[in-house]
């Protein structure tokens, strides 16, 4: 029976690895997909302009976001079931946070979704004749975007935060994780709010982007290791 319960947690840690790992990367890809059609170099006319000829690329965009918010979304039951017997409260918490982001993404993507919906019906047809209200609509619309964009990241941070503290419970999480998630983490939600474009929010990023995989990595061997030492007579 005990043999049993032991797989199954091991069935669990790889699931819950394969699943984070798998958010992380859809993240990433989604950030190196990411569409700004504003600029503080150019004029209206040049933003208007390069907004209408890269259609496209917002649409690939939205999408990539809103991939993103479901695969968040998915792995919040595999993370659950990883720690449900080992934690109390920090699962749970780390949990809302990956539902906050997801939904923070989701509403992301229908943003930028209602953005593309507008240049696809034509509204830029007139766009010599009426620049200004034009501008106005659409920046509207893409200021909810980043609005949104600011609070999944802002998620992000916190999942960060808290799943660097998970080391406080659990021994076996990395220091290396823990280090990089608790500073990192703080680091981007200020400045996802003081100076989204700063270097400093991008490094801080790319650090929970790692400490994130290492911790799922660390997960996955161990529950490889566990299963072979099982198998092995």
Same mark, same amino acid.
């Given at each position: ?18 699943? !984070? ?83 923070? /993404? ?18 830029? !047809? ?28 802002? /998620? ?51 650090? =929970?982007? =790692?400490?994130?995989?290492? /911790? ?18």
């Amino acid at each position: 029976m005990r043999t049993e319960l032991r797989k199954k947690q091991r069935q669990r840690e790889i699931l819950a690895g394969l699943t !984070i790992i798998l958010a992380v990367s859809s993240y990433v890809s989604s950030l190196l997909l990411d569409f700004n059609f504003v600029s503080p170099f150019a004029t209206l006319q040049e933003d208007l302009s390069y907004l209408s000829n890269h259609v496209r690329n917002l649409q690939i965009s939205v999408w990539a976001w809103l991939g993103t918010s479901l695969i968040t979304f998915l792995a919040i039951p595999p993370y659950l079931l990883l720690f449900h017997k080992r934690l109390k409260v920090f699962h749970f918490v780390n949990g809302v946070f990956l539902l906050g982001a997801s939904v923070g /993404f989701l509403m992301m993507g229908i943003s930028g979704m209602e953005l593309y919906r507008e240049l696809a019906e034509g509204v830029l !047809i007139s766009m010599q004749e009426s620049d200004e209200e034009i501008w106005i609509r659409l920046l509207g619309l893409f200021h909810d975007e980043q609005f949104y964009r600011h609070i999944g990241s802002s /998620f992000v941070g916190l999942f960060a935060i808290t799943l660097g503290l998970t080391r406080i419970k659990m021994r076996r999480i990395p220091i290396v994780t823990t280090v990089l998630l608790c500073i990192c983490g703080p680091t981007m939600i200020f400045f996802n709010w003081y100076d989204p474009d700063h270097l400093i929010r991008t490094a801080a990023m790319a650090g =929970i982007m =790692i400490g994130v995989t290492i /911790f799922s990595v660390r997960v996955i061997n161990k529950g490889l290791d566990e299963n072979r030492e099982a198998a092995t007579p």
